[in-house]
């Protein structure tokens, strides 16, 4: 499978700050997600990034919020804009990989974020 | 509508004995299910999962899950467990639908092996 690399790896900010986080994996692929596993909590999709495409967003997430850029076929990032103390979480993205194992999701190893 | 449950928030067993941990779905059409371990600190790493074919499904590290369409059911069972097992395990389902490549979680088990 692919090697998914998350860059921070944790970060704690300040109330009304941005955090951009980034996602390099070392090959191309279509389909990427990014989801959110809050303290104690399962992962919840927060939006669906295809290059070339704008990033689809489930419900309860909003681009303002969380604004996805995916520039090429190996690399996305994920933006928490004005971040709250509820915005502390660990963010990871994943990719789907429809090889030998077919429609199998692959995860980073997540960035765990704390918002003061 | 795609749900998943895991009944139990914690599963204790003693090392070497069988260990099970337990998922039901919910899922229009055919069912893809998956099976994740989240050691602390670290991602969710794969272990396996059901897409068609035998009912057993084996994965990494002695695990394997057992499909069973009647009751809803995908457990993860290990025939002895180690004390290396111990970890957050979260059972997810997708349908089979084109463009349905959502995953839904349940909300993980923790599983904890004493030695």
């Known amino acids: 499978s692919a090697v998914i690399s998350q860059k921070p790896s944790r970060d704690i900010c300040q109330r009304g700050t941005s955090l951009t986080i980034q996602c390099q994996v070392d090959?191309?692929?279509?389909?990427m997600f990014w989801y959110r596993q809050q303290p104690g909590q399962s992962l919840t999709l927060i939006a669906t990034?295809?290059?070339?495409?704008?990033?689809?967003?489930e419900s309860g997430f909003v681009i303002d919020k969380f604004p996805i850029s995916r520039p090429n076929l190996t690399f996305s990032t994920l933006t928490v804009s004005n971040m709250s103390p509820e915005d502390s979480s660990i963010y990871l993205c994943?990719?789907?990989?429809?090889?030998?194992?077919?429609?199998?999701?692959?995860f980073g190893p997540g960035t765990r974020l704390l918002v003061l | 509508a795609q749900s998943v449950a895991q009944p139990e928030d914690q599963v204790n067993v003693a090392e070497g004995n069988p260990l099970t941990v337990k998922c039901t779905y919910s899922?229009?059409?055919?069912?893809?299910l998956f099976w994740y371990v989240q050691y602390p600190n670290r991602g969710l790493q794969f272990l396996l999962k059901?897409?068609?074919?035998?009912?057993l499904v084996k994965g990494s590290y002695g695990f394997e899950a057992e499909f069973n369409k009647s009751q809803t059911s995908f457990h993860l069972k290990k025939p002895s467990a180690l004390v290396s097992d111990s970890a957050l395990y979260f059972c997810?389902?997708?349908?089979?639908?084109?463009?349905?490549?959502?995953?839904?979680f349940g909300t993980g088990t923790r599983l904890t092996v004493i030695p």
């Open positions: 994943s990719l789907e990989d429809t090889g030998t194992l077919g429609e199998t999701q692959y």
């Open positions: 090959s191309q692929v279509t389909m």
């Open positions: 990034a295809n290059q070339g495409s704008e990033a689809t967003y």
């Open positions: 899922v229009s059409g055919n069912p893809y």
């Open positions: 059901y897409i068609t074919g035998d009912n």
């Open positions: 997810a389902v997708r349908a089979d639908q084109t463009g349905a490549n959502n995953l839904f």
